[in-house]
């Protein structure tokens, strides 16, 4: 049968509101004809029920969630069957959901919320318990002020023979706008760390009234999206708890209690401003209207040249003796005089004149090619870092270049830098690779972290061989 307001439900609880509805589950404010009290009741499978070997697993699993006991968690009172629908019994919890809050709460609130919700968290986390589905919906007030969090302690096991029972139902393990980006591996089954980027996320939604991602969660960010900005008028401290909780690696991610302990005393936080550099680079003025707020890894762009106007050309690093990039007028000028030449002095000196002419060209081309490799070469060796080691790939394409031009006779600016870059890179490719093979040794045995990390090790081990020899 489909519930619906009016319903007697368990021949108890007459159903007064429908309080929220998910994947494969409901929620009801009723009133308990026994007690007279108004109380939150959640009913799973609503209107299909579960067979009787599905009902035995699930209320199996539920039954652990009365073990669980913390100020942070709202733990129910009751768990039963009716129609073969199972159910649970809680607080009713008249201040609503964190949903209700969001952009509404002042920063002091909002470090309240995130102690209280990871102080939760760390609980479940030191008992192996993986919430699954972080989101304001499932954070609740109650009538002291304390945030809970509710729908804990639903397994992975348990949700699948809810998605075995609940046609046309999503049992997915969590709700898609908050799921980590390791969510959406090979390997997506739900970790702490995931649970630390859903609350990140429910962070990010309750400064900004947007998730960081969209609907399409972590996803994106496993994608290449860049960390969107939080442009709230918070402190930094603020700002960079949600960038870490944000943060693509799990590893880089801190943990639930570590959380609880910044939010006691936000002051005592070390803060890695470079973390928050992002919100200085993107104060730009965007490329163009309406921009999306995903933002995805591409080169930087100019945004002081006037559209549709030359590119004004580059000055060269301040070396001495370099020149600057060859104008037009010069490749003139030699032609003249070349021809004036060639008038002067006949058709047996004329092909020395053009050779003259060719190698000058040639010249002013290296050295300008030069100054580009070499302005390239700087670019990518400061964009690359541990997720992007294809950036070193191309610096040492620049190197391999610039050593090309320098050993060619008709370069003849006295500007010799590749040995330099080339010791510069190797030094970056010795750092990052150090950096892999710890991240290696920490990550899970047979997860993709630790593959994705050996293959790292493997190729920043093959480029300094490379820069060695």
């Given at each position: ?309 030359p590119e004004p050309v580059a000055a060269p690093k301040a070396v001495a003796g370099q020149p600057v990039e060859k104008k037009k007028s010069k490749a003139w000028v030699w032609v003249v005089a070349a021809l004036v030449f060639l008038l002067v002095v006949g058709g047996s000196a004329a092909g020395v004149v053009m050779k003259i002419v060719h190698d000058n060209r040639i010249s002013d081309e290296l050295a300008h090619e030069h100054f580009q490799q070499s302005s390239s070469f700087d670019r990518l060796l400061s964009e690359a870092n541990i997720n992007n080691i ?80």
């Open positions: 049968m489909q519930l619906q307001e009016n319903t007697l439900f368990a021949d108890r609880y007459q159903l007064e509101r429908l309080l929220g509805r998910g994947g494969f589950s409901e929620v009801w404010l009723a009133k308990d004809n026994w007690t007279h009290l108004h109380i939150a009741i959640k009913v799973y499978a609503p209107g299909q029920g579960m067979d009787a070997n599905g009902l035995s697993e699930f209320c199996g699993e539920l039954a652990n969630v009365f073990d669980l006991n913390h100020t942070n968690l709202l733990k129910p009172t009751h768990v039963d069957t009716w129609n073969e629908m199972p159910y649970l019994i809680m607080a009713y919890c008249s201040q609503g959901s964190l949903a209700g809050k969001i952009q509404k709460m002042s920063e002091e609130e909002i470090w309240r919320m995130i102690h209280d919700v990871a102080s939760g968290l760390a609980y479940l986390h030191d008992r192996d318990v993986v919430h699954q589905d972080i989101k304001p919906d499932n954070i609740l007030v109650d009538e002291f002020g304390n945030y809970v969090i509710t729908d804990f302690g639903i397994s992975s096991r348990a949700r699948s023979t809810l998605r075995k029972s609940v046609v046309g139902g999503s049992v997915s393990g969590g709700t898609t706008a908050f799921m980590a980006p390791e969510r959406f591996s090979h390997q997506p089954s739900p970790t702490k760390a995931s649970d630390v980027w859903s609350f990140g996320a429910m962070v990010y939604e309750v400064l900004e009234g947007i998730v960081p991602f969209g609907e399409v969660g972590g996803g994106l960010q496993k994608g290449g999206a860049e960390l969107p900005i939080i442009t709230a008028d918070v402190s930094d401290a603020l700002k960079y708890t949600v960038y870490k909780m944000l943060s693509k690696e799990p590893w880089d991610r801190p943990f639930a209690k570590d959380l609880a302990k910044w939010a006691e005393d936000p002051s005592s936080i070390r803060i890695d401003y470079d973390l928050l550099t992002m919100e200085e680079e993107s104060a730009t003025p965007p490329v163009s209207p309406g921009r999306s707020t995903q933002r995805f890894d591409a080169p930087p762009v100019d945004t002081t040249t006037p559209v549709n106007q294809a950036a070193l790939d191309s610096a040492k394409d620049c190197v391999f270049r610039l050593e090309q031009i320098e050993e060619n006779s008709l370069y003849k600016v006295p500007r010799q830098v590749a040995s330099d870059d080339r010791e510069a890179l190797l030094n970056q490719a010795k750092v990052l690779y150090q950096e892999a093979c710890h991240r290696y040794e920490i990550a899970p045995e047979g997860s993709n972290a630790e593959i994705r990390n050996r293959e790292k090790c493997n190729q920043l081990s093959n480029l300094i061989h490379e820069l060695e020899q």
